[in-house]
């Protein structure tokens, strides 16, 4: 969309209000607030457990059998962040997720950590 | 939470530690390609719809009055080794997504600013925040085919940055010059660490 029509609905409109209909209509969850880097694992869920679930949940559960991150989650499942936000409340009120937050903003790495990511870096 | 930041080598093979760094800078300036050219995945985008706050549960009508819009980020991922990832966010390019930006400095190890010298003041709003939010950030000069070369000096000066911030001329297609820019600001932060630590003798082994 350009700078100046944000104002507007025009037919894009369609698909960007849409996704919510997958939270029913919830733009928060009540309890998690997902960082954009917080690495999401899926659980070892049985199909019973999974069967009150809506196709973008198990979307969800799907990509996270490998850990990823809110962010790749909301790229490959191809929905927003805030969307996703709801959806992986729902899994985790019903433990079929696990979630590792990113560090306390006042505990970044350390002075060892940082080194092995200059390392890392220098031999990509 | 991450219990033991200092010590991420996970012997229980948990989920990885991940990092983020921004990569900010005007609009057009080449922060997706800087992020391609070395992130191990191609660029991924996640999107965010910002609505007014007035969305109810039950509310079947309105959707037309309301106002919605779509922020969209690039980010790309390096994997350090087995349970340490570095994710890359490029940030939105207008200024109106600041509300993004505050969600994304936030445990933000330090940010890219990049900058093309043709409009350099196209980077004063990212510069501007990053200081104001007291996160380290280095200077990535996007030599663009064609515009005057200028010395890091030159370009520190006209941004009027603080001494020690560092200023770093590449080309944000090549791969080389995004991990210089990396590790640049990498370096930066953690002399900024040590630096406030200065006193302690005991971080005498850097």
Request: some cysteine; charged content about 25%.
């Amino acid at each position: 969309m350009g700078p100046s029509d944000e104002r507007w609905l025009d037919e894009e409109a369609g698909p960007l209000v849409r996704p919510y209909a997958m939270t029913r209509g919830r733009t928060r969850h009540t309890r998690a607030d997902f960082d954009l880097i917080a690495i999401i694992a899926c659980t070892d869920a049985t199909p019973d457990e999974r069967a009150a679930l809506g196709p973008e949940h198990e979307a969800i559960l799907e990509v996270t059998r490998q850990p990823l991150s809110v962010a790749e989650i909301s790229s490959y499942v191809d929905l927003p962040l805030g969307v996703v936000r709801v959806l992986l409340g729902d899994l985790l009120d019903q433990e079929l997720i696990t979630v590792r937050k990113p560090a306390p903003v006042t505990d970044l790495p350390g002075e060892r950590v940082l080194k092995e990511v200059i390392d890392g870096i220098q031999g990509l | 939470m991450v219990s033991k930041v200092s010590n991420p080598s996970d012997p229980h093979g948990g989920p990885p530690l991940a990092i983020k760094i921004l990569i900010a800078g005007g609009f057009g300036v080449g922060k997706t390609t800087l992020v391609g050219a070395v992130s191990e995945i191609r660029p991924l985008r996640t999107e965010e719809m910002l609505t007014q706050e007035s969305v109810g549960v039950d509310d079947m009508v309105g959707v037309e009055q309301k106002t919605t819009t779509t922020v969209a980020m690039d980010f790309g991922r390096i994997t350090i080794r087995d349970g340490l990832v570095l994710y890359l966010f490029g940030t939105p390019g207008q200024d109106r997504f600041w509300y993004m930006w505050d969600e994304l400095a936030t445990g933000a190890l330090g940010a890219v600013v990049l900058a093309d010298t043709r409009r350099l003041d196209a980077c004063f709003p990212s510069v501007d925040y990053f200081e104001r939010r007291n996160l380290p950030f280095v200077i990535g000069v996007n030599c663009f085919d064609g515009a005057d070369r200028y010395a890091p000096e030159e370009v520190s000066a006209a941004l009027d940055l603080d001494a020690g911030v560092p200023v770093i001329l590449g080309d944000a297609r090549k791969k080389e010059s995004g991990k210089r820019v990396l590790i640049a600001l990498v370096e930066h932060v953690l002399d900024s660490m040590l630096r406030q630590r200065g006193t302690d003798l005991s971080m005498a082994t850097y």
